[in-house]
C-alpha cells in the first residue's frame, strides 16, 4: 500500500515515524474532543428543541392576548413581552443551528473521518516499523 521499498536508511524511518507518531497524537486529540462535543450536542440538542416549543407556544398566547385588548398600558406591555419572546426565539433558533441536530451530525461525521484517519496512521506506523526492521 505504502512505496515503503523507496525508504532506504534507519534514520529515513526514524523521521517518518517521528512525523506519523505527531500525527496520530494530533488526531487522539481532535477525537477526543469530538467525542466530547458528540456527547454534549446530544444533550443539548434536546434541550433546546424543547424551550424552543415553549418559546413558539408563548408567542402564540402573546399574539392572542394582544389581540384582545384595547389599546393602553396593558397592549403595549403585551406587545414588549411579545418582542422579548421573538428575541428569544431567534436566540435559541440560532443555537439550534451551532449545537443542535445538525451540528450533532456535522460532528458525528468529522468523528467517523477522524477515527478512519487514525486507522491509516497507525497502519502506516505498524507497517514503516516493520519495514525499518528490514533495514540494517
Same mark, same amino acid.
Given at each position: ?7 532506504t536508511t534507519?534514520?529515513?524511518?526514524d523521521?517518518l515515524l517521528a512525523? =506519523?507518531?505527531?500525527? %496520530?497524537s494530533? +488526531?487522539?486529540l &481532535?477525537k ?7 456527547q @454534549?450536542?446530544g444533550s ?10 415553549g418559546?413558539i407556544a408563548e ?7 394582544i389581540?384582545i385588548l384595547?389599546?393602553?398600558p396593558?397592549?403595549?406591555e =403585551?406587545?414588549r413581552? %411579545?418582542?422579548r +419572546?421573538?428575541? &428569544?426565539r ?5 443555537r439550534?443551528? @451551532?449545537y443542535g441536530?445538525?451540528a450533532?451530525?456535522?460532528?458525528e461525521l468529522?468523528?467517523d473521518?477522524?477515527?478512519?484517519e487514525?486507522?491509516?496512521?497507525e497502519t502506516?506506523?505498524t ?5 525499518r526492521?528490514?533495514l540494517?
Amino acid at each position: 500500500m505504502y512505496s515503503l521499498n523507496r525508504i532506504t536508511t534507519i534514520t529515513d524511518c526514524d523521521t517518518l515515524l517521528a512525523w =506519523a507518531n505527531k500525527e %496520530k497524537s494530533e +488526531l487522539t486529540l &481532535k477525537k477526543i474532543n469530538d467525542e466530547y462535543s458528540v456527547q @454534549n450536542y446530544g444533550s443539548t440538542s434536546i434541550e433546546i428543541e424543547a424551550i424552543l416549543q415553549g418559546v413558539i407556544a408563548e408567542i402564540a398566547a402573546q399574539e392572542s392576548v394582544i389581540a384582545i385588548l384595547q389599546e393602553g398600558p396593558s397592549k403595549e406591555e =403585551a406587545i414588549r413581552k %411579545k418582542t422579548r +419572546l421573538e428575541y &428569544k426565539r431567534f436566540v435559541l433558533t440560532t443555537r439550534k443551528e @451551532n449545537y443542535g441536530s445538525v451540528a450533532l451530525l456535522e460532528k458525528e461525521l468529522d468523528l467517523d473521518r477522524i477515527n478512519k484517519e487514525l486507522t491509516s496512521v497507525e497502519t502506516f506506523i505498524t507497517d514503516l516499523t516493520a519495514h525499518r526492521g528490514t533495514l540494517q
